[in-house]
Nanobody, 122 residues
Framework: VQLQASGGGLVQAGGSLRLSCAAS????????IDWFRQALGKERELVAA????????YYVDDVKGRFTISRDNAKNTVYLQMNSLKPEDTAVYYC????????????????WGQGTQVTVSS
């Protein structure tokens, strides 16, 4: 599975960005593709996850109500809509794929996109 993340950038606090993760290679439907982030000096954390049928989602507490994960299986793409951005959202955002179920353990994901920088200024 190859993953290509895009959509990061510099935005003021309160602004919005939409990240995209385009997948190619093996059958998209057999993998979960989720979003992680890693801020300077911090552990990589699972930000949002979605199952194949989009019937179940997960969000880390401090993005609930602001971020929305979605997937378009026809386009092999997963999105992360980020609204009401805060300076503490500043991080490199990665999409990652694995078979089976989503996990907060980033080490269980064998496939990673290249990361996209999100910087939120105050």
């Amino acid at each position: 599975v190859q993953l290509q993340a895009s959509g990061g950038g510099l935005v003021q606090a309160g602004g919005s960005l939409r990240l995209s993760c385009a997948a190619s290679g093996r059958t998209f439907s057999t993998y979960v593709i989720d979003w992680f982030r890693q801020a300077l000096g911090k552990e990589r954390e699972l930000v949002a996850a979605i199952n194949w049928g989009s019937s179940s989602t997960y969000y880390v507490d401090d993005v609930k109500g602001r971020f929305t994960i979605s997937r378009d299986n026809a386009k092999n793409t997963v999105y992360l809509q980020m609204n009401s951005l805060k300076p503490e959202d500043t991080a490199v955002y990665y999409c990652a794929a694995k078979s089976g179920y989503s996990s907060r353990n980033y080490r269980s994901y064998p496939y990673w996109g290249q990361g996209t920088q999100v910087t939120v200024s105050s």
